[in-house]
Structure formats: structure tokens, C-alpha cells
């Protein structure tokens, strides 16, 4: 891998001069930019986390979804009483 920091690439002032352009902060972008990632990243473990314990329970992954939105709803209305 490189060891030329992420400041100091073509990449990166490019990605500046485009944020600037739109009058975007590079650095906000680029943070929610890996947040969402991260987010993202974590959603697919889950999923795939989700879909093999349901196979392994003899559930089928419709089921599994149904599930979880299930506890989503329950755990929204719990956040709303709350």
C-alpha cells in the first residue's frame, strides 16, 4: 500500500478542488462518506449473519426478514414511548 498520506495525493486535491467547486467541506464529505461505508459494511455482516443463523434454525430467509422487521418495529415504538 502507499505510505504518502491521503492529504499529500492527486486524488485527494482533486476530490478537493470538486468539493470546493460545489461548495462542499472535503473533509465532512469524505468522513460521511466512511461512515456510511462502515454502516453499510456492518448492515452486510448482518444480513449474512442473519441469513445463515436462519438457515441453520430451518427458517427460511423470508422469515428471518419478517423477524427483523418485527424487532425493528417493536424497538422504534419502544424509542417513541420512551
Not at 5 to 34: C, G, V
Not at 39 to 50: C, F, G, P, V
Not at 58 to 79: L, S, W
Request: charged content about 40%; hydrophobic content about 30%.
Amino acid at each position: 500500500m502507499n505510505e504518502q498520506p491521503i492529504t499529500d495525493s492527486s486524488l485527494w486535491k482533486e476530490f478537493q478542488a470538486a468539493a470546493r467547486h460545489r461548495r462542499r467541506d472535503p473533509a465532512r464529505l469524505l468522513n460521511d462518506y466512511m461512515r456510511e461505508c462502515l454502516e453499510r459494511w456492518e448492515d452486510q455482516r448482518l444480513d449474512a449473519e442473519i441469513s445463515s443463523q436462519a438457515q441453520a434454525s430451518g427458517y427460511r430467509e423470508a422469515d428471518a426478514v419478517k423477524i427483523v422487521r418485527r424487532y425493528r418495529r417493536e424497538k422504534k415504538r419502544t424509542r417513541a414511548a420512551s
